[in-house]
């Protein structure tokens, strides 16, 4: 069956009709690779960097396409997963979502703000799991790892008459890959649903509670950082959606959306003792932090002809935001705020055949948000199909923007009231060529972003937050990928990504230049299947308080995975994660963990 796709659009579209730059990581790939979490999986995106300091119980950043880890909106089946409460600006610390019950994840590059609103300045990323409408499955999986690393999932999902369930639950212990690094979490998921001829009811829940130690970010880590002490981390994560599917016609489909997330933080941090970069150094501290978000919408798509429809509707976001701290100085400094804000947006989408193999898929969104006016967000792409060579064409161009967090508005010590929203315009154009009756694809795509407004620290007299940098990032993407053909699985693909702060001889952390990956999903027999996967990342710089500004060498990591079909019903199967150990740093400091041997068993039922 032909791909649908979700993400960046208000009109559910097939692959092959759509225009934006996209990437989906499926199925069979999640399966094959064991991959522990979901920043194992996106490593492997053309135009993606992930860095992790330490092991999971360090913070793990994405910076797509050179973009700052914030500008990119985070989903699990459409709900937003971004945390404007936290220092990091709202991005996401993929570190805490494993791939408990994920059936594939879509990604989606360049500005999504004129479907999503604030946040999706670089792109988005959803990730979807399972509905029970699926072939019907029980099952339990165990697996082990060295340096004490655990983790057992169990899950359930099927189909009765209207009804439909997928659920899930799972616990890991990473053990303590690095040192100071341990993270453990429970993890519970449920994806219900009714469906009848007219009318389709989905309900969708995610609850995580996490403990977590690692060394301070810009510590230094392990190697370097003069305090031995580690910061402790408790996260409780929550989530859950309601969504409402009435066909009112053949052409006419009506869709409610209900959305709520609530993230609750303590934070106990040794601080980071004075350094090259910082003589002053960050003091111990606490933090014990909530953030709420409630998400309601309404759209309604229209078709108007054999392959045109219209899109438009309403979006409604309420968001309150809290945290009790303390800096130990000389004397106990609160570091409290509270914020809120209410976002009202109306929408709009076409999408567009009105010259035969052209589609078009344009559209807006404007947003009107307490204490920082409105914002219009226009996005346009245009993709041709050259059916008879196997060549498609596409061009998109948007922009986005970014509220500023509740902890740069609202922290005594660095916030401002005064930020503005940070801003991006993109274009990128891509061209894809298909080969064999479509068993092979090549593709090419170029990309240029502007990001300004960017929120920086200013050292002061006063210290704090400031809108001031201005970012350019372009690159070129290449990548090929095959089907399945003498039971091989094949995709590859390499970036070259330039990034510059303009007018300014300063440099951007965590922005490795070049970047390349190979897969391979090999099947010699129905009973053995072996993954393979070749991740490259080129030196870049980084920064921490004790070492200042050091580059960080390029690595080359191989996971390689088989799994052992020994029953219809019956999988073994063992790992290594890094085997070729090589010894590397994604963070200054954090030596990331040697090779990693491990094992596990899935029985169905």
Known sequence: MEKVVVTGTTIPVSITEFPSDITIIDQEYIESSHAADVSELLKTVPGVFVDQAGGRGGVSSLYLRGADPNFTLILLDGIKLNDPNNSRGGSFDLSTLGTDNIERIEIVKGPQSAVYGSDALAGVINIITFDGNMLSKKSIDISAQTKGGYRFFTESRG?????????????????????????????????????????????????????????????????????????????????????????????????????????DEDISSPGVAPGIRDPFGIPANTSDSEYTRFEAGYTTVLKIGPDNNVSFGIDTQYERGKSRGTLFTQQEIPTNFREERFTFSPLLELKLNLIKDVFIIAGGRLDYTDDFGSEFSPHIGVLYNLWSTGTSISANWGEGYKLPSFFALGNPIVGNDELKPETSSSIDFKVSQRFLDDSLLFAASFFYNDFSNLIDFDEGPPPRLINRDKVITKGIELEVQSKKVFDTILSGNISYIESNIKNSPDNLRNRPEWLANFSIIWTPDPLLEIFTNINYVGSFLDSSIPTGEVKIGDYLLVNSAVTFNIRSNFKAYVEVKNILDQRYQQVAGFNAPGIRPGAGINWSF
């Open 159 to 263: 189909k009765r008459n209207s009804f439909s369930h997928s659920l899930s639950a799972s616990y890991v212990d990473d053990g303590e890959p690095t040192e100071g690094s341990n993270f453990k979490s429970p993890t519970f998921i449920s994806n219900l649903g009714y469906s009848t001829d007219k009318l389709e009811v989905k309900s969708v829940s995610r609850f995580s509670h996490i403990k977590s130690t690692g060394f301070p970010d810009d510590s230094g880590g392990p190697e370097f950082a003069v305090i031995r002490e580690t910061e402790e981390r408790e996260l409780n994560q929550f989530l859950t959606g309601l969504r409402f599917i009435h066909l009112s016609g053949e052409s006419w489909v009506n869709n409610l959306n209900l959305y709520l997330t609530h993230t």
